[in-house]
């Protein structure tokens, strides 16, 4: 089952999926062979070994004729057909032409691509916003609009205009400004901590096991002790 925010959901039956309202009643057949969830009042459908579109009440908008799509973000969402992506609207569309070997949808304004090997983000307009130098980036998720990237193993962060802002020296970086403080997690040589976006550090890359912030709040274990810390790293009651 693969349910959507507002309640209705995807079910496979027989092999085949269908879409049903909130209160379980199936709206239009079983006649999909696989499903995306909805974003912006579409949901990516297959029929056979092709993709197309449904809106909200199952009706199928776009038609089925895509080799693999990525959901609706900002938009548009990524269609490949044979070995090309290209980004379409919410009519069908191609909106940006099929050059890219690789696409990743849109957020904060930016969608990660691959082209001739490098990994490249681009604007609505298809234009050329930066180039990144690394191989392993993910794409941009959050209010911070900074990204994750990998250089030999070792992880940072980029901002939207591809400058390097939190030196790649980490062996896992969490997604920044978790539950709004600011702050995202690293770690390095099998400890945690926190820094902020200057990359300074804010908690002290010295625990066992670190866990989000919740109110200002977060859960550290270094050996068999457990504490609660704030912001600051200082140790609390909660």
């Known amino acids: 089952i693969w349910q959507n925010d507002d309640g209705s959901y995807f079910a496979s039956k027989e092999k085949k999926f269908g879409y049903y309202d909130a209160n379980g009643i199936l709206i239009g057949q079983n006649k999909f062979d696989d499903v995306k969830l909805f974003n912006e009042g579409l949901a990516a459908v297959k029929i056979g070994k092709q993709w197309g579109f449904v809106d909200v009440t199952g ?10 799509v990525s959901s609706f973000a900002e938009g548009l969402a990524a269609a490949r ?15 940006i032409s099929g050059k890219y070997k690789e696409a990743a949808p849109f957020s904060e304004g930016l969608a990660r691509t691959l082209v001739d090997g490098k990994v490249t983000f681009i604007d609505k307009m ?36 591809g400058d390097l802002v939190i030196t790649t020296k980490y062996d896992f970086v969490g997604p920044y400004n978790g539950g709004g403080d600011g702050l995202t997690l690293v770690m390095k040589d099998e ?16 625990y066992d096991e670190l866990s989000s912030f919740n109110e200002g709040i977060a859960v550290a274990k270094t050996g068999d002790k457990v504490q609660f810390i704030d912001l600051q790293g200082q140790s609390v009651t909660k």
């Open 126 to 161: 298809g234009q050329v916003a930066f180039v990144t130098k690394y191989k392993e980036v993910s794409s941009f998720h959050d209010v911070s609009m900074f990204d994750t990237v990998a250089d030999n193993e070792k992880r940072g962060f980029i901002n939207t205009k």
């Open 59 to 68: 009706k199928l908008v776009i038609p089925v004729q895509f080799d693999d």
């Open 191 to 206: 400890k945690s901590g926190y820094v902020n976006k200057n990359g300074e550090v804010i908690i002290p890359i010295e």
């Open 81 to 95: 057909k044979g070995k090309v992506w290209s980004y379409i609207d919410s009519a069908g569309a191609e909106v």
